[in-house]
C-alpha cells in the first residue's frame, strides 16, 4: 500500500499563486507516475498534471499548461504543484495520485491510478 497526503490549499484570489504537496509513504517503489486531478462541485474528475517517477517526464492538462507546475523530491517522497495564475475556474478540490504504470496514457488516465489522497480544497476568488 501506499499513503498520500495533500498540503497547501487555501483561499486565494484569480492572479495568485499557490503550492500543493503530497507526500508519499508505504511502498512507494512500486510507484512510477505521480499525478495531480481535481473536482469541481457537479464535474467530474479531471486530470491535471503528471510526473514520471524516475525520468522526471510531464504531463499537463491543456487548461493549465503554462501556469502549473509538477516537480518531485525523489528523497523526500514528495510531489509538488506550483499553481500560477490562478483563475476562478481552478477553483476545486486537488487530489494526488500514484499509479504502478508509466506512459502518457497512465499518467493522463484516472482509472489507471492505484492510490489516492484525501484531497484538498483550492478556491480562487474572482
Known amino acids: 500500500q501506499v499513503q498520500l497526503v495533500e498540503s497547501g490549499g487555501v483561499f486565494v484570489q484569480a492572479g495568485g499563486s499557490l503550492r500543493l504537496s503530497c507526500a508519499a509513504s508505504g511502498r512507494t517503489f512500486n510507484v512510477y507516475t505521480m499525478g495531480w486531478f481535481r473536482q469541481a462541485p457537479g464535474k467530474e474528475r479531471e486530470f491535471v498534471a503528471a510526473?514520471?517517477?524516475?525520468?522526471?517526464?510531464?504531463y499537463y492538462a491543456d487548461s493549465v499548461k503554462g501556469r502549473f507546475t509538477i516537480s518531485r523530491d525523489n528523497a523526500k517522497n514528495t510531489v509538488s504543484l506550483q499553481m500560477n495564475s490562478l483563475k476562478p475556474e481552478d477553483t476545486a478540490v486537488y487530489y494526488c495520485a500514484a499509479a504502478r504504470f508509466t506512459g502518457s496514457i497512465v499518467a493522463l488516465t484516472t482509472a489507471l491510478y492505484d492510490y489516492w489522497g484525501q484531497g484538498t480544497q483550492v478556491t480562487v476568488s474572482s
Open positions: 510526473i514520471n517517477w524516475r525520468s522526471g517526464s510531464t
